[in-house]
């Protein structure tokens, strides 16, 4: 874990993340991260719908639908853009080679050619895996302190069977006092999320910014 907070540190940068609206940050980053946990495999169905539909876009009667997806993972990418610069507090902007004013397919091509368009669609797939590892990380490390938090209580409240082991057949809990034994892994927890939470945001925001915010190739 010394291994993993190091290497957090080293590759983004030290400075700190900014509360934003006066909510306590950890707590914000903890709601931000059960809700990137969901909507980063977001973009994995539209990484293979654009992809998909790029490889045929030769057969010109598909190839309009390449216009509403490419919105879609533009819209998407927006939102993330304006996350990453509420959290980084730097701009964070994105910028698209102009398509033709006319012609559908024509616009087709244009999306294509534009190597904007291919870092979207890499991101796409980087963040599905960096954002749901790095908030699924941070939300189970505060989960798990809960739960051990009241592991005495539920102990109680449950059958037998149910919460006895809480380590594994190695250890088996006879009572309520029993259970109590195991809420300082509540407080391990706690403090691995403590600790961990702003790195592992950043990096995900980070990551965000070095893809979405590169000027346009002209």
Request: proline fraction near 9%; aromatic fraction near 12%.
């Amino acid at each position: 874990m010394i291994e993993v907070m190091a290497f957090l540190t080293d590759v983004v940068p030290s400075e700190p993340i900014p509360a934003p609206r006066r909510a306590p940050l950890r707590l914000f980053l903890l709601g931000r991260s059960a809700i990137v946990m969901v909507t980063s495999m977001f973009g994995v169905v539209l990484f293979c719908l654009w992809v998909t539909l790029v490889a045929i876009s030769p057969l010109t009667i598909v190839a309009v639908l390449v216009l509403p997806v490419t919105a879609v993972v533009r819209w998407y990418a927006e939102l993330r853009r304006r996350g990453a610069q509420r959290l980084l507090g730097t701009p964070v902007q994105g910028s698209y080679r102009p398509p033709p004013e006319k012609g559908a397919v024509a616009r087709v091509w244009a999306i294509e050619r534009d190597p904007a368009s291919w870092r979207d669609t890499a991101w796409l797939l980087l963040h599905a895996i960096v954002g749901f590892v790095t908030s699924t990380l941070s939300f189970t490390l505060f989960a798990g302190g809960a739960f051990y938090l009241i592991y005495p209580f539920l102990y109680w409240v449950t059958p037998d069977p149910v919460f006895r082991n809480p380590f594994g057949d190695q250890w088996t809990l006879h009572s309520v006092s029993d259970a109590a034994a195991v809420m300082p892994a509540a407080l391990v927890s706690f403090a691995l999320w403590y600790v961990l939470v702003i790195p592992l945001a950043r990096a995900e925001v980070s990551m965000t910014r070095a893809m979405l915010g590169r000027p346009a190739d002209r």
